[in-house]
């Protein structure tokens, strides 16, 4: 069974920076995709970054501030959020599919093969 477990959110000031996980079981992470997607209060969720074997992919709102990277080791995929601004809060999620990253910004998370819980981030302005 694929689970997907998300950490690290928390609050944070405009400018500031946060790193969140997302410990993954049941898949070898080397032969996945995985995705971050994330809802903002009154949003719809939206993808915001992908990594594979091959690429990584950022949304144009995090492109130049977020870093994705992943531990093949640790069944982890980081996702290192700087330079914070109040409109980054929201609930994180992490999740998988094939070829999820050619297609993250189509493809609503509730299509995908799996998903982790979510984790808040609040950036206070």
């Known amino acids: 069974q694929m689970r997907l477990v998300e950490s690290g959110g928390g609050s944070a000031q405009p400018g500031g920076s946060l790193t969140l996980s997302c410990a993954v079981s049941?898949?070898?992470?080397?032969?996945?995709?995985i995705a971050w997607y994330r809802q903002a209060p009154g949003r719809e969720r939206e993808g915001i970054s992908c990594i594979s074997t091959t690429s990584r992919f950022y949304a144009d709102p995090v492109k130049g501030r977020f870093t994705i990277s992943r531990d093949i080791a640790q069944s982890t995929v980081y996702l290192q959020m700087e330079n914070l601004k109040p409109e980054d809060t929201g609930e994180y999620y992490c999740?998988?599919?094939?070829?999820?990253?050619?297609?993250?910004?189509?493809?609503?998370?509730?299509?995908?093969?799996?998903w982790g819980q979510g984790t808040q981030v609040t950036v206070y302005s």
């Open positions: 999740a998988t599919d094939p070829g999820l990253c050619t297609r993250i910004l189509t493809t609503p998370m509730d299509e995908l093969d799996a």
């Open positions: 049941g898949f070898t992470l080397a032969d996945f995709s």
